[in-house]
Structure formats: C-alpha cells, structure tokens
Nanobody, 118 residues
C-alpha cells in the first residue's frame, strides 16, 4: 500500500508562485509514476502534470511553461513548482500514483488548497 500526503498549498496573489509537495510512504517501490491533478469548485478533476521513474514529464497545455513537476527519489517526494499563477489555477490540488500492474491512477492524496486572488 502507498500513502500520499500533499503540502504547500496556500493563498497567493495573481502572478505569484507556490511549490507543492507530495510525500509518498509505504510500498513506494510499487510506484511507476506520480502526477498532479486539480479540481476547482463545480468542475471535474483535471490532469495537471505527471512524472515517471525515468523523469519523463507530461504537462497539461494550460500549465506548460509556468508549472514544473519534479521528484526527489531519495525522499520519495514529488513537487510542483507553480509560477505566474492565475485566478483560474485556484483549486484543490491532488497528487496521485500509478502503481505497477494498475490501469489507472489508483492512489490519491487528500489534496491541498491553492487560492489565487487578484
């Protein structure tokens, strides 16, 4: 079993930056990839970015050039550096893990709130 715990959310003004962290614990050797998703009020959860064990990254078009996903394998921690934040980026951000043998993102954290005001 893998457990994920997000941190780093908060409130920033438009144009500001935040760095989110997702610490994994448990059977972390079963993880193939990790990702960030977000869900804004009355909207569906959407993909933000992912990174796999080879550090191959994928980003949603809406965050390319502003957000950077990274990981520290020694700490089993994934990060999301968010720059030039916009009001539309406000949401609860979730980290997720894709485990070997799974067909979808099966493991989720509880989320961390990001608020952006003008």
């Amino acid at each position: 079993q893998v457990k994920l715990q997000e941190s780093g959310g908060g409130h920033v003004q438009t144009g500001g930056s935040l760095r989110l962290s997702c610490a994994a614990s448990g059977r972390t050797f079963t993880m193939y990839a990790m990702a960030w998703f977000r869900q804004a009020p009355v909207k569906e959860r959407e993909f933000v970015a992912q990174i796999n064990l080879s550090d191959v990254t994928v980003y949603a078009d809406s965050v390319k050039g502003r957000f950077t996903i990274s990981r520290d394998s020694a700490k089993d921690t994934m990060y999301l550096q968010m720059n030039s934040l916009k009001a539309v980026n406000a949401a609860v951000y979730y980290c997720a893990a894709f485990l070997y043998g799974d067909s979808t993102w099966s493991t989720w954290g509880q989320g961390t709130q990001v608020s952006v005001s003008s």
